[in-house]
């Protein structure tokens, strides 16, 4: 059949063959960039939700550190009704932003951990602090509305906030931990995706061109024969 062809034919062909393997080129090269730009969106959002979670646990301790300020606030400055009275509804305020934040962070933990390890041990330890700060802010609120003197309600309170903050705090050291080094994991695979990408490309590129070359040198050949030879010649 090809054969039959007349040259114009046949270099209509090779034209054909020619812009077809560019298209399709151009089609791969395509395909890659939409999965290159997918992963990459991808792992915005999911570093972007990591640092939104590492925010809520941070606004966490920073709660609760207003809460211990109160307290002491009452036991310094709380003979004065309208005062306690105050720096006990601002108690109750930032124990309920800890409780707001708290939760968030689990939700965003949550939509993280499907279809990704590590996040268990996060959300166990968020979990287990919602009793502990309900303990701890039973007490310290029990102690407000029973205060008579900073002796006295210093006293019963003492060092109880301790092991609540290092809870606290360690988990949002431990998170930032991770999330530093689940971003150096992605930031490698990123960097092999992309080694593996440009070597498809250029493997494919020369396939392309000899495959293209080898269709030229058979026509060329096949015109040649058919000529009887080099015209030059």
Known sequence: MFERLTLKGKLFLLGIVSFTMLLLMTGFGVLQLHSSLSNSNNDF????????????????????????????????????????????SEYVEQAEVFEKNRLAAIEILKSLAIGHTGFDGFLSRL???????????????????????????????????????????????????????????????????????????????LIALALSGALGLFIIRTVLQQLGGDPKE
Do not use: C, P
């Open 127 to 205: 979990n287990a602090l919602e009793s502990e700060h309900k303990t701890l802010s039973g007490k310290y609120l029990a102690q407000i509305d029973a205060h008579r003197s900073t002796a006295d309600s210093d006293s019963k309170v003492a060092g109880i906030d301790r092991a609540l903050t290092q809870l606290v705090t360690d988990l949002r050291n431990d998170f930032a931990k991770f999330v530093e080094e689940e971003s150096l994991e992605k930031e490698d695979l990123a960097r092999q995706m992309y080694q593996q990408n440009r070597n498809a490309m250029f493997i494919s590129a």
């Open 45 to 88: 959002d999911r570093l972007h939700s990591d640092i939104t979670a590492m925010g809520h646990v941070e606004s966490m301790n920073t709660a609760f550190l207003k809460e211990v300020k109160l307290a002491k606030d009452v036991w310094i400055r709380g003979a004065d009704t309208e005062k306690l009275k105050k720096y006990r």
